[in-house]
């Protein structure tokens, strides 16, 4: 079993891309790895309750640990008790924790 | 031994909030204890460079001071004096033909040129790398 590390920045809104990493994340937990879905900048749009947030929390059922960069929820008036659910507002030290552990990561 | 985190960044400065995540990260390592390298490729050379100058905002009618721009060399140079003081390690390696291609050679004190071989043997030497990308 791996471990990864996927590093979203982008919005799901404007970047149909964005949908095909969540489903990489899923799909590399259905093969037995262990995988952080971490969102940063504008990754974090889609925790709010909407029609995307729902992919998010997919993946969460599916086993991925869907995390948001609790800096980049601020930056957006995001209150992090507000996130839909399966995902949870974490400090930006996860990713170094996560790099020091030898995780293999992707940023998108 | 301290474990060894390798940075490989591409976005020139002011231009995407992936410059500012990217220090963010760099900052957090150090206070962890991690050393660091950065490899700045393509228009990220231009993060250290010594003659980025604050402005005023004739717009706002705000003064240099009062505008306090902030400048990426700035943060760059606190982040080295950050680790020179928690006793690790930041090297920051501009690629050189980038460098020559922007005329961006005056870098501040502590930044060093040159070539992806250094990204390689930067990877090779680290417990794991990240490469943030600009597309």
């Not at chain 2, 705000?62 to 140079?77: D, G, K, Q, Y």
Request: proline share 5%.
């Amino acid at each position: 079993m791996a471990k990864y590390l996927l590093i979203e920045s982008r919005d799901p809104f404007e970047n149909n891309i964005v949908a095909r990493q969540y489903d990489l994340a899923v799909n590399l937990v259905k093969e037995g790895n262990q995988v952080t879905l971490f969102l940063v900048q504008n990754g974090v749009l889609p925790v709010r309750p909407g029609n995307l947030s729902s992919l998010l929390t997919n993946a969460a059922k599916a086993g991925v640990e869907v995390l948001a960069d609790d800096f980049s929820l601020r930056e957006r008036g995001i209150a992090a008790a507000k996130l839909a659910p399966g995902i949870k507002a974490v400090p930006l030290s996860i990713v170094i924790d996560q790099l020091a552990e030898g995780r293999k990561a992707i940023w998108h | 031994m301290a474990t060894t985190l390798t940075f490989a960044l591409m976005d020139a400065p002011y231009e995407n909030a992936r410059s500012t995540t990217a220090l963010r990260l760099i900052d957090l390592a150090v206070k962890r204890g991690v050393n660091v390298n950065v490899f700045a490729y393509e228009g990220a050379v231009y993060l250290p460079f010594a003659k980025q100058a604050q402005h005023p905002n004739a717009v706002h009618g705000r003064s240099v001071e009062e505008e306090n721009h902030p400048l990426p060399r700035a943060w760059i140079a606190a982040l080295m004096k950050e680790a020179t003081a928690k006793g690790v390690k930041l090297e920051w390696v501009n690629c050189g033909l980038c460098v020559d291609e922007r005329g961006a050679a005056e870098a501040i004190e502590g930044v060093r040129r040159g070539s992806p071989a250094d990204f390689w043997n930067f990877a090779q030497n680290s417990d794991n790398t990240l490469v943030i990308g600009t597309k």
